[in-house]
């Protein structure tokens, strides 16, 4: 199998590990089929590619989207990052538990986290370049965040003075986002 899913969390962040196929001049892997992660329960349909690249130190997120919804499947092409997953689904048992994975270009290690998650990363070594599938185009009128370092949920962030940006700096906390409306887009299960 090209692909093994070597855990899940929350019930539904699933890491994802690709085989790879190394020799002399290098290597070479599939890092998405269609087929096979439809098999695994990843949606098939994937309409946009983002890519970040970010220095170390840099946590960017956590980001979600409702309309439409969004999904992420996020790797490290370059260096190593730290990704995260926090479940914000109204009524979910996990409600506010969170999930870090190394990820990096030599462990090919890939993390899915569907709608109704805030995604965000830490940035390691020196540069990391992070990129990721979703399952929706991007609508700046149905996306928010949650502070990386809200203390309801606990993140235990590899950095202790990160590099942030405005909007990830002032983004709103758990508790503010699910007394919003629109967090009754993610409504467990």
């Not at 970040?52 to 919804?69: A, C, E, K, M, N």
């Not at 996020?74 to 995260?84: N, Y």
């Not at 462990?107 to 990721?132: D, H, I, K, M, T």
Request: aromatic content about 12%.
């Amino acid at each position: 199998m090209p692909f093994t899913i070597e855990s899940v969390h929350l019930g539904a962040v699933k890491v994802i590990v690709p085989t790879v196929f190394e020799d002399h001049r290098g290597y070479f892997m599939e890092a998405y089929r269609r087929d096979l992660f439809a098999e695994m329960g990843i949606p098939d349909e994937f309409v946009q590619d983002n890519q970040s690249y970010s220095v170390q130190g840099v946590i960017r997120g956590l980001h979600f989207q409702w309309d439409p919804p969004m999904g992420k499947l996020m790797r490290v092409t370059l260096g190593r990052a730290f990704l995260v997953a926090v479940d914000i689904r109204k009524g979910s048992p996990t409600l506010g538990q969170w999930v870090g994975v190394e990820a990096s270009a030599e462990n090919q290690r890939q993390v899915w986290a569907p709608a109704g998650f805030a995604r965000g990363f830490c940035a390691l070594s020196e540069v990391a370049v992070v990129q990721y599938k979703c399952t929706g185009l991007y609508n700046p009128r149905a996306e928010s965040g949650i502070r990386w370092n809200d203390p309801q949920i606990g993140i235990a962030w590899p950095v202790e003075q990160p590099i942030l940006s405005e909007k990830d700096a002032r983004a709103q906390t758990l508790a503010e986002w699910l007394a919003r409306p629109e967090s009754d887009h993610f409504t467990y299960p």
